[in-house]
């Protein structure tokens, strides 16, 4: 139940971002010559993992025989078609230098807000993983 909990914690403070990150990246990436969304960085990792299930979801569906290096396969015009909060944290943690620029050089308090919360995110997601080994360890003892 706490890993329910912490991860739908987890999943507000992403959602609470979104609007932020994404003023942000619809100015500056379709100018981009060097787009970050690889193949490799699509893939979720095991922490990802334990939160997707945690909420009761399933990650998307992958291609078979895609190259690592190739643009990423959840990539589509408009941008990620995963929405924010379910998307890969390395995803989610990245901000190349022209991003961080435009977030800097924009007005102030919604930038330090951003910062407070981002600290929050990365409690939370520790939090997660810290409820899924309780969880496991209940298990293992009980
Ligand atoms: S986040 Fe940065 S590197 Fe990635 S597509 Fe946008 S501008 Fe390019
Ligand atoms: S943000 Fe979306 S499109 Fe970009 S690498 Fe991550 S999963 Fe792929």
Redesign the pocket.
């Known amino acids: 139940m706490k890993l329910f909990g912490n991860a739908m914690l987890l999943k507000n403070a992403i959602e609470s971002i979104d609007a932020f990150i994404q003023e942000h ?1 619809a100015e ?2 379709p ?2 010559r ?4 690889i193949n490799r960085h699509g893939r979720y990792d095991y922490a990802d993992l334990i939160y997707i299930q945690a909420l009761g979801l399933k990650p998307p569906a992958y291609k078979e025989n895609v190259r690592d290096t190739d643009r990423c396969q959840f990539l589509a015009a408009s941008g990620c078609t995963i929405e924010r909060a379910l998307r890969p944290f390395r995803c989610n943690w ?6 961080l620029k435009s977030m800097e050089d924009g007005a102030v308090k919604p930038y330090r807000q951003f910062i407070k919360q981002f600290q929050k995110i990365i409690e939370l997601k520790k939090a997660v993983e810290d409820a899924s080994l309780n969880d496991n360890n209940d298990r293992v003892t009980s």
């Open positions: 990246t500056v990436c100018h981009c060097n787009v970050c969304c990245y901000f190349c230098d022209a991003i």
